[in-house]
């Protein structure tokens, strides 16, 4: 039974959602936990981060935000020659029909929040991977969710969109009247290669004053995710990077994460 | 007219935190 619904989210691409789903996924699964990944984005990146091709239609998300939905999710095992307990339920285009479907349904805030309620996963833990920028998919993850990860890039845009995020959450959980409402679980820097030492030129921002603003705000932060060319690689080759490469030390901070998930749960 | 130094990081978070506040106050205020 689910004790853990954690979205990830942001409010800008490309700034690590899908990396740390997968890579959250997998240091659950080495702790023992079953755990489910649900991609909610159209662009379908857990297909390609789960090594997966694009699956039909009937195969996605878009199968479970149906009115008429009957508990049969569409789950793919993933990584099975190498860790037992990962299933993937995969996003891509479908999604696109499903967000006006959400936007048109009775139910559309509450449509995910009600196939897990009606139709309970046997997994222990699940990770849902939301799109780049705020729209119905957000509501729907957010109403389901007991827990929300933000992933962060150090950059002027993408800290000031996760600001806005922030805003959205609180406004968002007040108006749906989530009982208990989803919390903040912690922001996870991305660190930026080697561009935040030319930052004033590119209008890049280092993550200076941040921890402040969060600890004032409640929010924890954990360590900066570096950015290395293994990563996108072990994207590439559909794996965690755990997998890919078990001796990069992101792995230990991915992990870290992990142990405060499995903290709250037991 | 643009402007030309970074915006502070309080400025940036002013809106998430007073929606923050906002809540805080919904919640009490349901609890009375």
Known sequence: MLKKVISIMSNSGGVGKTTLTVNLAYQLARKGKK???????????????????????????DWVLRPDFKGDYPLFPVWRDRIEGIDACLGGLPLTESTQRLVLDKRGAYLLADALEDYPLPHDVLIIDCPGTIEQLHIAALSASTDVIITLKPEDKD???????????????????????????????????????????????????????????????????????????????????????????????????????????? | MARISKRPMAAMFSGALNAQEGETIAQLKEEI
């Open chain 1, 35 to 61: 755990v489910a990944m649900f991609g909610c984005d159209p662009n379908g990146s857990l297909t390609l981060f789960c090594g997966l091709d694009d699956p039909q239609k009937e195969k996605t998300m």
């Open chain 1, 159 to 266: 800290m000031d969109a996760m600001a806005k995020l922030l805003e959205w959450i609180s406004l968002t959980r007040t108006e749906l009247r989530l009982k208990p409402a989803p919390k903040v679980f912690g922001v996870v820097p991305n660190g930026a290669k080697n561009r935040a030492m030319h930052r004033d030129n590119l209008g890049l921002s280092d993550i200076e004053g941040l921890p402040d603003i969060m600890r004032h705000m409640q929010i924890p932060m954990f360590p900066t995710i570096k950015d290395n060319a293994y990563i996108a690689n072990a994207a590439a080759a559909g794996l965690p990077l755990g997998i890919y490469r078990a001796g990069d030390p992101n792995n230990k901070l991915y992990e870290k994460i992990a142990v405060e998930v499995i903290k709250e749960m037991d």
